[in-house]
C-alpha cells in the first residue's frame, strides 16, 4: 500500500495539466476514486496504483507522501498580480509551479541560511497618509539610498533576505506573485519573459506588498502601482528634469527612460503624477504611443535583471554540501528532468549573503 496526501497528488496532477478524468483513466480508476483520494477521503492505494501513479505524474513516492498544505490564489499571504483574465487551467498551472517552487524551497533552507544586508519592514499605510508614495519614500530613507535611479531593483531586494524566483509561467498576461510566510524567508515569482522595463516595475509592485500588505483589499493594487512608481522614479527628482523641456514628447522620454531604466509609458504616468504635464499632455502622449506602435514593443529595450539568492541555494548545496543529483532528487522528492526544467543547477553565480549551516 500507499500512503498519499491529496493535495500533494492535486499539485502534481495540476502541474501536468491533467484533469481528474484523465488521471483515474490513466491508473484504471474512476473519477470519483481520484476525487475521494485528492480530497482526503481515501488515503491509500495499492502497489500496483501506486507504481502506475508515480509512472504517470513523473513523481517519486515520496513527493505524494509530503504533509503539505497548498497556497491558492486569494489567501491572505498570496498576491496576484496579472494584466488580463486567464483560463482556469492557466491559473491551476501558474499556482502548482508556484507551490513546487515554494515547497522546494522549504525543503532546501535548513540545509542554507540568508543571510539580510538590511531589514524588510511590515508597515501599515495609515501611518503614512494613506499614501503608498509616502512609504515608498520611507523605504528609500529607511534603506539609506541615494537619489536618482536604482542600479540593480533585483540585488536591491534580495539584499533584504528576500528570494525572487524566476520561472516560466507559460502565459504573458501574468507578471508575478509573491508570498511572506511564518517561517520562510519572503518569495516573489518573477515571470522571466516580461522586459527589463517591467520586469523592474513588477518587482517594485511586488515589494509593496511585502512591505504595505498582509490582508487582500480592493485598492491594494492602485496602491502597489503608485508605490512601485515612486519608488524607481521620483517625483520630485523627475518634475524638475521634465520642467527644462520647452515640451515633453514622446523621443524626448527616451534619455530619462535609460536613465531610470523604466519604460517610457511608466514615465508618462509619473510626470503626470508629479504635475509635470497635464491630464490633456498626458492622453496625447499615449495617443502618439499607439500611433507609433509602442505599446507593446518599446525602442532602447532594458536589459532584465538577474536573481542570484535562489541559484546561490542550489550552489551552496553542491559546491560546500557536496550534494549530488541523486541526493538533490532525494531531498526534493523530485525527478531529474523538473529538476533540469525548474532549478538554476548549471553556470551557478559566486555564492553571497549565504552559508551552510
Sequence with gaps: MMFIVGQMLTLARDYRAISQEELARMLGMSQAQVAKIEAGLKKEVDENTAIRL???LGFPRGFFEQEEDLLGFGSSAYFYRKRATISAADRRRIHSLVNLLRIATKRVLPHVEIQPKRPLPSWDIENYGDRASNVARALRAHWHLPDGPIRDLTALVESAGVIVIS?????????????????????????????????RFTLAHELAH???????HDQMEIEADEFAGEFL??????????????????RDLLP????WKVSIQALIFR?????????????????????????????EAIERETPGNFARMFQTLTDTLHFNSDE??????????????????????????????
Design 54 to 56: 508515480v509512472q504517470t
Design 167 to 199: 520561472c516560466e509561467f507559460g502565459h504573458k498576461t501574468v507578471d508575478a506573485t509573491s508570498l511572506r510566510l511564518a517561517g520562510m524567508p519572503p518569495l516573489i515569482f518573477m515571470n522571466c519573459e516580461v522586459p527589463g522595463d517591467r520586469w
Design 210 to 216: 511585502l512591505v504595505m500588505h498582509r490582508e487582500p
Design 233 to 250: 522614479v521620483p517625483a520630485a527628482e523627475l518634475g524638475p528634469q521634465l520642467s527644462k523641456l520647452p515640451r515633453v514628447q514622446v
Design 256 to 259: 530619462f527612460k535609460r536613465h
Design 271 to 299: 510626470a503626470f503624477e508629479a504635475e509635470a504635464i497635464t491630464e490633456a499632455q498626458k492622453k496625447s502622449l499615449f495617443v502618439r504611443i499607439s500611433q507609433l506602435n509602442m505599446r507593446q514593443v518599446e525602442p
Design 328 to 357: 538533490l532528487a532525494s531531498l526534493l522528492e523530485w525527478g531529474a528532468s523538473d529538476m533540469r526544467a525548474l532549478l538554476p543547477l548549471p553556470n551557478l553565480p559566486p555564492v553571497r549573503h549565504l552559508r551552510a549551516i
